[in-house]
């Protein structure tokens, strides 16, 4: 992976230069670890003309999930001492002789921009944007390998949870009880705080688990996600519990799961982000729930759960390949409870099989 890291490196590097800043500081953890092979906790990442540092405020840990600090890099641990390690990176790109420096002005607070500039104050700091991010919205084959575990360990800690019996139990157990299930199957955790809904509570985005216990009739809606070597993926299903659906259980989901199977058959490179959106978001506007539909249908994933790209209706961009994303329409009816179906995606040419789904659970309306 050392030459992997080295060419992200590089690319950043030239695309910088061409805008007149030698230097670059990257503090995002995100973008650190993308581009060093770690992120330790308050760690940045100076590229100088003569060497790239890995400034850390404190030993990294040999930890795996953690991942490897890229051997190409040098890496400084600071004592305690020193400070802030961005501003030790300014004071080392003066000392290079670097007279402009891009720094990530979306992560960096006011005061630490304020810091940097005290400390070199000949240093002409620039803004790097999102060019780090933009970077990282295409994927290489081994970082959807990643991808492609976190989904089978989601897939394996979701299809066991549906094997023990569920009445009687709370949402909060669940999802401790999935969160368990993931480490136990190999995830470094969950990728996101887990999400369990019953009954009234169904088909809620980003439900926050309570103390409701499921009921016999309830839908039951699960969005879990594992996070391995630093990559997230998501899943969300929706169950029946204990008796056969009710018709008004399976004309809503059969809605969703249209809507969802429209968005993710849009999904190719060249498609525009708010086209995807487009497809799901008619069916069910077109059933007349258009007023209570999130304000996206998917997103990209990678080292973070919530990248770009965003699939929704304003979105201006078109995808490409071998980005992922996850699909994930989903409609709540206030005080009965609702569906919501979520899937992990990789965008694939036609001639390479359309996009890739990741997360394989049943998409089937179960009665458990």
């Given at each position: 992976m050392s030459e992997v890291y080295g060419v992200r490196r590089g690319r950043l590097r030239d695309r910088c230069a061409a805008t007149g800043s030698a230097g670059v500081l990257v503090s995002r953890p995100a973008n650190v670890r993308y581009l060093a092979g770690v992120a330790p906790l308050g760690a940045v990442l100076l590229l100088a003309p003569r060497e790239d540092v890995l400034l850390c405020p404190g030993t990294p840990t040999s930890d795996p999930a953690d991942g490897r600090p890229d051997e190409q890099l040098r890496?400084?641990?600071?004592?305690?001492?020193a400070g802030d390690p961005a501003v030790a990176a300014a004071e080392q790109a003066r000392?290079?002789?670097?007279?402009?420096?891009?720094?990530?002005?979306?992560?960096?607070?006011?005061?630490?921009?304020?810091?940097?500039?005290?400390?070199?104050?000949?240093?002409?700091?620039?803004?790097?944007?999102?060019?780090?991010e933009q970077q990282r919205l295409v994927k290489d084959e081994e970082e959807i390998a990643c991808l492609r575990i976190a989904a089978e360990i989601a897939d394996q800690a979701l299809g066991e949870l549906l094997e023990s019996i569920l009445v009687g139990r709370t949402e909060r157990h669940l999802a401790l009880e999935l969160e368990r299930r993931l480490v136990d199957h190999g995830a470094d955790g969950p990728a996101f705080p887990t999400s369990v809904a019953t009954g009234p509570n169904s088909g809620r985005g980003g439900h926050r688990p309570s103390d409701r216990r499921v009921e016999e009739g309830d839908f039951l809606s699960v969005c879990v996600g594992a996070n391995y070597r630093g990559y997230r993926c998501e899943i969300g299903r929706t169950f029946v519990i204990g008796t056969t659906p009710a018709d008004w259980q399976i004309d809503l989901y059969d809605l969703v799961f249209a809507a969802q199977r429209a968005a993710r058959e849009s999904l190719a490179p060249g498609a525009g982000f708010r086209d995807v959106d487009h497809a799901a978001r008619q069916i069910l506007d077109a059933a007349g729930h258009g007023e209570g539909l999130a304000p996206r249908t998917g997103h990209g994933v990678g080292l973070e759960i919530d990248e770009d790209p965003q699939l929704a209706p304003a979105a201006m961009g078109k995808l490409d390949a071998c980005v992922p994303v996850t699909v994930e329409p989903g409609v709540h009816l206030p005080g009965r409870g609702g569906v919501r179906i979520d899937d992990t995606l990789v965008v694939r040419q036609e001639a390479d099989g359309g996009p890739e789904l990741l997360t394989i659970t049943t998409k089937e309306l179960l009665a458990l």
């Open positions: 890496l400084t641990v600071l004592p305690t001492s000392t290079a002789g670097v007279e402009s420096l891009a720094v990530e002005e979306h992560h960096l607070t006011v005061a630490r921009h304020r810091a940097l500039a005290s400390v070199a104050p000949r240093l002409r700091l620039a803004d790097l944007g999102l060019a780090v």
